[in-house]
Nanobody, 124 residues
């Protein structure tokens, strides 16, 4: 099991940037596929993207591709979500999650461990 703690959320104006961090504890982090999800008020949780355990493969959904990037530093047990050109529709609670198994583009893979979330609010 891996414990996950997100940080870096906050209030930003449209067009601005934020970098979310997800710090992990546990020996298996470097072998975990890590994903980012978000949930806006009144909406279902949405898959944002994922990164392979090595960091060599990433995937982002169409709505954020070209604006967001995912990276990880296994030596620091941390995964990042860099968010640029933020829009009001990016406002949500952002969660990181981890799972074992191969890297895929699927939004429906079951994730084993979840963080508590961090709020991102984009003002227009």
């Amino acid at each position: 099991q891996v414990q996950l703690v997100e940080s870096g959320g906050g209030l930003v104006q449209a067009g601005g940037s934020l970098r979310l961090s997800c710090a992990a504890s546990g020996r298996t982090f470097s072998r975990y596929v890590m994903g980012w999800f978000r949930q806006a008020p009144g909406k279902d949780r949405e898959f944002v993207g994922a990164i392979s355990w090595s960091g060599s493969s990433t995937y982002l959904v169409d709505s954020v591709r070209g604006r967001f990037t995912i990276a990880r530093a296994n030596a620091k047990n941390t995964v990042y979500l860099q968010m640029n050109s933020l829009k009001s529709e990016d406002t949500a609670v952002y969660y990181c999650a981890g799972r074992s198994g191969p890297f895929t583009y699927s939004a429906y893979e079951p994730y084993d461990d979840w963080g508590q979330g961090t709020q991102v609010t984009v003002s227009s």
